[in-house]
């Protein structure tokens, strides 16, 4: 079955740490997408890819990198620089950016 | 960037009962988003709907994009539909993403 899978489900980091959240699809989706959820509220975007190669800073992209050297694979980095890093991530792709999205089922990281 | 608003923020329905929710947006959009979240964090996408009417068995909803709303209606609820419902924009005078709005809390009591 196509899909996106995000590992791992949980993932605790301590303080000046930097972890790597991995996301994958076999949907062949061109575009591909992380965003960021906070306890009651709703998402925020932190990059974007639209196509190998090429990627985009969201709305916070502070303290996260990412990488898009495969259309399957779009890892985020979540770096000592960023602050408050204890989140919900969730990663989504499109087979374009002006169609409907599909999400992974998460990761949760809280610092320690 | 555009700004998007849902309403209401939470609602508590009795199993059967019918409901809307509505989500405005502020600027003409290319693309508009219904999302359900269950309980684990799992988004599931319910809409892609820029424009015009759609229905998915119980669920259906319609954008007035020249009055920059959507509604999300639910009819017949069961509690297995609880959960939140996000509705996310994208402007179409521009190249940016789905922003998406706080969701409304739905909560279905048997």
């Known amino acids: 079955d196509g899909g996106i899978t995000q590992s791992p489900k949980y993932l605790f980091r301590k303080e000046g740490q930097n972890v790597t959240l991995s996301c994958e699809q076999n949907l062949n989706h061109d575009a591909m997408y992380w965003y960021r959820q906070d306890p009651g509220q709703g998402l925020r975007l932190i990059y974007y890819?639209?196509?190998?190669?090429?990627?985009q800073k969201g709305d916070i992209a502070e303290g996260y990198s990412v990488s898009r050297e495969k259309k399957e694979s779009f890892p985020l980095t979540v770096t000592s620089a960023q602050k408050n890093p204890t989140a919900f991530y969730l990663c989504?792709?499109?087979?374009?950016?002006?169609?409907?999205?599909?999400f992974g089922s998460g990761t949760r990281l809280t610092v320690v | 960037g555009i700004q998007v608003e849902q309403s209401p923020p939470d609602l508590i329905l009795q199993e059967g009962a019918n409901s809307t929710l509505r989500c405005n947006f502020s600027?003409?959009?290319?693309?508009l988003q219904w999302f359900h979240q269950n309980p684990w964090g799992q988004l599931i996408n319910l809409f892609y709907?820029?424009?015009g009417t759609k229905q998915n068995g119980r669920l259906s909803a319609t954008t007035v994009a020249t009055e920059r709303y959507s509604l999300l209606y639910i009819s017949s609820s069961q509690t297995t539909d609880s959960g939140v419902y996000f509705c996310?924009?994208?402007?179409?005078?521009?190249?940016?993403?789905?922003?998406f709005g706080s969701g409304t809390q739905l909560t279905v009591l048997p």
């Open positions: 989504a792709s499109s087979i374009q950016s002006a169609y409907g999205y599909t």
């Open positions: 890819s639209q196509i190998v190669n090429d990627f």
């Open positions: 709907i820029p424009s």
């Open positions: 600027d003409s959009v290319n693309n």
């Open positions: 996310a924009a994208a402007s179409s005078g521009s190249a940016r993403q789905l922003t």
